[in-house]
């Protein structure tokens, strides 16, 4: 499985940006997928996920009730809608996914076999 991320910019603080990660391959509806963001310094965190078939969520507080993370499983894409955007919000964003994540370690990006490549998101106060 490849994924492929897109969707960063630079934008103001208060500002929304989406983030997209296609997947390549005929499992995608299999993949438990998650988004994780590693700011300059700091380790890479966790963000959002969503389970195989969606419904069922789970954010860093950090983000909670500014981001909103979708999947369409018909077009093999995993979606991150970012509204209200922070400062402290710019980082270099990554989707993930694995086959056989476990709702207990969704968190642990040891957790996920498969890596899109980065994509850079910053806001500007």
């Known amino acids: 499985v490849q994924l492929q991320a897109s969707g960063g910019g630079l934008v103001q603080a208060g500002g929304s940006l989406r983030l997209s990660c296609a997947a390549s391959?005929?499992?995608?509806?299999?993949?438990?997928m998650g988004w994780f963001r590693q700011a300059p310094g700091k380790e890479r965190e966790f963000v959002a996920v969503?389970?195989?078939?969606?419904?069922?969520?789970a954010y860093a507080d950090s983000v909670k009730g500014r981001f909103t993370i979708s999947r369409d499983n018909t077009k093999n894409t995993v979606y991150l809608q970012m509204n209200s955007l922070k400062p402290e919000d710019t980082a270099v964003y990554y989707c993930?996914?694995?086959?056989?994540?476990?709702?207990?370690?969704?968190?642990?990006?040891?957790?996920?076999?498969?890596w899109g490549q980065g994509t850079q998101v910053t806001v500007s106060s």
């Open positions: 993930a996914g694995d086959h056989s994540v476990i709702w207990s370690e969704v968190k642990n990006q040891y957790a996920y076999e498969y």
């Open positions: 969503i389970r195989r078939t969606g419904g069922i969520t």
């Open positions: 391959g005929r499992t995608f509806s299999s993949i438990g």
